[in-house]
Protein backbone atom coordinates (compact mmCIF):
# COMPACT_ATOMS: atom_id res chain seq x y z
CA UNK A 1 0.00 0.00 0.00
CA UNK A 2 1.23 3.44 -0.91
CA UNK A 3 1.36 5.94 1.87
CA UNK A 4 -1.56 7.95 2.22
CA UNK A 5 -0.21 11.48 1.37
CA UNK A 6 1.60 10.57 -1.91
CA UNK A 7 -2.44 9.04 -2.96
CA UNK A 8 -3.89 12.10 -1.84
CA UNK A 9 -1.10 14.49 -3.30
CA UNK A 10 -1.84 12.61 -6.56
CA UNK A 11 -5.82 13.30 -6.49
CA UNK A 12 -4.82 17.08 -5.68
CA UNK A 13 -2.77 17.27 -9.07
CA UNK A 14 -5.86 15.23 -10.98
CA UNK A 15 -8.10 17.87 -9.44
CA UNK A 16 -6.05 20.91 -10.36
CA UNK A 17 -5.42 19.84 -13.51
CA UNK A 18 -9.06 19.71 -14.25
CA UNK A 19 -9.67 22.86 -12.70
CA UNK A 20 -7.22 24.93 -15.32
CA UNK A 21 -7.58 22.73 -18.15
CA UNK A 22 -9.27 25.46 -20.11
CA UNK A 23 -7.14 27.90 -18.97
CA UNK A 24 -3.82 26.37 -20.09
CA UNK A 25 -5.28 25.40 -23.34
CA UNK A 26 -6.21 28.82 -24.26
CA UNK A 27 -2.59 29.73 -23.64
CA UNK A 28 -1.43 26.41 -25.10
CA UNK A 29 -3.38 27.40 -28.37
CA UNK A 30 -2.10 30.99 -28.59
CA UNK A 31 1.66 30.48 -28.17
CA UNK A 32 1.16 27.49 -30.70
CA UNK A 33 -0.26 30.27 -33.37
CA UNK A 34 2.06 31.04 -35.76
CA UNK A 35 -0.61 33.95 -37.16
CA UNK A 36 -0.27 35.35 -34.05
CA UNK A 37 2.11 38.27 -32.83
CA UNK A 38 5.68 37.09 -31.16
CA UNK A 39 4.31 39.69 -28.07
CA UNK A 40 1.21 37.74 -27.66
CA UNK A 41 2.90 34.39 -28.31
CA UNK A 42 5.16 35.45 -25.06
CA UNK A 43 2.56 37.24 -22.86
CA UNK A 44 0.95 34.10 -23.24
CA UNK A 45 3.67 32.34 -22.30
CA UNK A 46 5.19 33.88 -19.59
CA UNK A 47 0.99 33.38 -18.04
CA UNK A 48 1.53 29.96 -19.02
CA UNK A 49 4.66 29.95 -16.78
CA UNK A 50 2.81 31.87 -14.06
CA UNK A 51 0.16 28.85 -13.64
CA UNK A 52 0.69 26.22 -10.51
CA UNK A 53 3.13 23.85 -12.06
CA UNK A 54 0.48 20.82 -10.32
CA UNK A 55 -1.75 22.38 -12.65
CA UNK A 56 -0.17 20.33 -15.87
CA UNK A 57 -1.91 16.92 -16.53
CA UNK A 58 1.56 15.31 -17.11
CA UNK A 59 2.42 15.65 -13.54
CA UNK A 60 -0.28 13.32 -12.48
CA UNK A 61 0.42 9.66 -11.45
CA UNK A 62 -1.57 6.72 -12.68
CA UNK A 63 -1.94 4.83 -9.59
CA UNK A 64 -4.07 1.41 -8.47
CA UNK A 65 -7.55 2.30 -7.61
CA UNK A 66 -6.57 -0.16 -4.56
CA UNK A 67 -3.68 -0.19 -3.13
CA UNK A 68 -2.33 3.52 -4.69
CA UNK A 69 0.87 1.39 -6.17
CA UNK A 70 1.87 3.63 -8.82
CA UNK A 71 4.07 0.77 -10.87
CA UNK A 72 3.13 -2.11 -13.02
CA UNK A 73 -0.57 -0.17 -13.61
CA UNK A 74 -2.88 -1.82 -16.25
CA UNK A 75 -4.82 1.48 -17.77
CA UNK A 76 -7.94 -0.56 -18.91
CA UNK A 77 -8.12 -1.94 -15.57
CA UNK A 78 -7.20 0.88 -13.63
CA UNK A 79 -5.33 -1.58 -11.20
CA UNK A 80 -1.76 -2.26 -10.00
CA UNK A 81 -0.42 -5.84 -12.10
CA UNK A 82 -0.20 -7.36 -8.45
CA UNK A 83 -4.19 -6.76 -7.31
CA UNK A 84 -5.30 -7.41 -11.23
CA UNK A 85 -3.96 -10.88 -10.32
CA UNK A 86 -5.34 -11.33 -7.41
CA UNK A 87 -8.66 -10.25 -8.70
CA UNK A 88 -8.27 -12.43 -11.90
CA UNK A 89 -7.98 -15.56 -9.63
CA UNK A 90 -11.10 -14.99 -7.52
CA UNK A 91 -12.69 -14.41 -10.75
CA UNK A 92 -13.71 -11.07 -10.02
CA UNK A 93 -13.16 -9.37 -13.12
CA UNK A 94 -15.49 -10.11 -16.03
CA UNK A 95 -13.80 -11.96 -19.06
CA UNK A 96 -10.34 -12.41 -17.64
CA UNK A 97 -9.31 -15.73 -16.36
CA UNK A 98 -5.87 -16.89 -15.72
CA UNK A 99 -4.45 -18.96 -18.36
CA UNK A 100 -3.22 -22.71 -17.22
CA UNK A 101 -1.85 -25.10 -20.35
Known sequence: MAKTSSVYRN???VKMAA?????R?????IVM?????PED???ATLKLAELP????KIRARNRCKLTGRSRGYYRKFGLSRVELRDMAGFGEIPGLVKSSW
Open 19 to 23: KFANR
Open 11 to 13: LKR
Open 25 to 29: QKLKN
Open 41 to 43: RFQ
Open 53 to 56: RNSA
Open 33 to 37: DKNAS
